[in-house]
């Protein structure tokens, strides 16, 4: 560990610290809610590091998997903790806006700098996943859009909101595990055989840069110990349940002092937040060109998210305080229904320019701002 890495998790354990010294003591609402959102991203950057670490022993698949798993753990806090407290707008909008913030703006801004780091300005990763995510995300898009037309036009499904919603959970779950056990399976090693999606890169005759590796290839030896490793995911999985939880509490105040919606503060704030993991993870991984675990990173997340945490919370919040269903605002929908199409339009043929990502960044601005004025 490089004495920048544990400087780093000094200062997140301490901002921790600081979160509950500030969520239990009289300290202004703007100033806990600030503490407690750095504080859940720098945990989020801690399940990451660890993440890393533990995945160098796998595939990208296996990895981004492990980093998306792991990295959803803020989102899947945020939103229980705000059912059991009522707080509706704000676990919706916390999950629709980790699917459109993974979608568009990491992914977005991950093709913009892989983009620019490849020699021809085009960012190369194998079509698999990209094509799994879409449609997985159109399988849960399906049943929202369905569930939005019925409660618009009145009909008599409409006032069965949630048996659908716990039918449908049900379909997506095993959808989900239908995919990710082959998925899982087909990894290879780092360095076991050519990178996957390496049969659709072009003939790279010149010499590359040597400072940093072109894609996934070769092999990593991880440089933490497993015990370790284990032990700060551990340790960030617990703090961040406890920082959700402080999270969830300052946020009200807060938004009633810097008078901002809930819709808002759920789509963007939550989101970006408790995103850190993909946030930082794919940009990072983007800018050495490893193009196909920078995207493994975050198409998985989106994919998890959309089809194991959404279902997943629908059904838990059932023994909750307030009921989750798939029963979205008319604007959340469509966003949802344009994004998957816009996903699959972007990075379904394997490949994307920088302006695709630049177009991805722009759908998430202009959707924000929506949000804002809500």
Same mark, same amino acid.
């Given at each position: 560990? $490089? ?20 969520? !239990?003591?009289?300290?202004? %609402? ?10 859940? *991203? ?25 980093? @998306? ?37 990491? &992914? ?10 490849? %020699? ?6 194998? /079509? ?6 879409? $449609? ?33 959970a049900i379909c997506l779950l095993i959808v !989900? ?15 076991? @055989?050519? %990178?996957?999606?390496? =049969? ?6 010149? %010499?590359?840069?040597? =400072? ?12 933490? =110990?497993?015990?370790?490793?284990? +032990? ?5 999985g617990v703090a961040s349940a406890f920082v ?11 938004? @009633?002092? &810097?008078?901002?919606?809930? *819709?808002?503060?759920?789509? #963007? ?7 850190? #993991? ?9 800018? /050495?060109?490893? +193009?196909?675990?920078?995207? =493994?990173?975050?198409?998985? +997340? ?11 919370? #629908?059904? #838990? @919040?059932?023994?909750? /305080? ?13 966003? &949802? ?9 972007? $990075? ?20 924000? $701002?929506?949000?804002? !004025?809500?």
């Amino acid at each position: 560990m $490089t004495p920048l890495e544990r400087s780093a998790l000094l200062a997140i354990a301490v901002l921790t610290a600081l979160a509950g010294v500030a969520n !239990y003591g009289s300290w202004t %609402p703007v100033l806990r809610f600030a503490i407690a959102t750095v504080a859940l *991203a720098g945990l989020a950057w801690v399940v990451s590091f660890a993440t890393e670490q533990l995945g160098e022993r796998f595939g990208p698949g296996v990895t981004g998997m492990l980093q @998306s798993t792991l990295g959803n753990l803020p989102e899947l806090f945020v939103v229980i903790f705000a059912l059991q407290k009522g707080e509706l707008v704000v676990a919706q909008t916390a999950i629709v806006g980790s699917v459109l913030a993974n979608a568009l703006l990491v &992914l977005g801004l991950v093709i913009v700098v892989g983009a620019r780091r490849s %020699p021809d300005g085009l960012m190369r990763f194998s /079509k698999r996943l990209p094509n799994d995510t879409a $449609t997985l995300l159109q399988v849960t898009v399906f049943i929202i859009v369905l569930l939005g037309l019925s409660l618009a036009s009145h009909d008599p499904a409409s006032h069965h909101v949630q048996a659908i919603s716990i039918v449908g959970a049900i379909c997506l779950l095993i959808v !989900y595990m239908t995919w990710v056990v082959p998925y899982l399976r087909s990894d290879e090693l780092p360095g076991a @055989s050519e %990178p996957p999606g390496a =049969s659709e890169l072009p003939d790279r005759s010149e %010499p590359a840069d040597a =400072s940093e590796p072109a894609h996934d290839a070769g092999p990593r030896e991880p440089r933490l =110990s497993l015990r370790l490793t284990l +032990s700060l995911l551990v340790a960030g999985g617990v703090a961040s349940a406890f920082v959700s939880d402080w999270f969830v509490d300052g946020l009200e105040p807060a938004i @009633s002092v &810097l008078h901002i919606s809930q *819709a808002f503060a759920g789509l #963007v704030i939550v989101a970006i937040a408790g995103n850190a #993991v993909e946030n930082t993870a794919g940009l990072v991984l983007a800018y /050495k060109r490893r +193009s196909d675990l920078a995207i =493994s990173v975050v198409k998985n +997340s989106v994919a998890q998210i959309a089809a194991f945490l959404f279902p997943v919370l #629908v059904l #838990v @919040s059932f023994a909750l /305080k307030t009921t989750l269903t798939f029963a979205l605002a008319p604007v959340y929908i469509g966003a &949802l229904a344009l994004t998957a199409l816009s996903l699959w339009q972007v $990075t379904g043929d394997g490949e994307a320019a920088e302006f695709e990502g630049w177009a991805l960044v722009a759908l998430y601005v202009i959707l924000a $701002t929506f949000t804002l !004025y809500e």
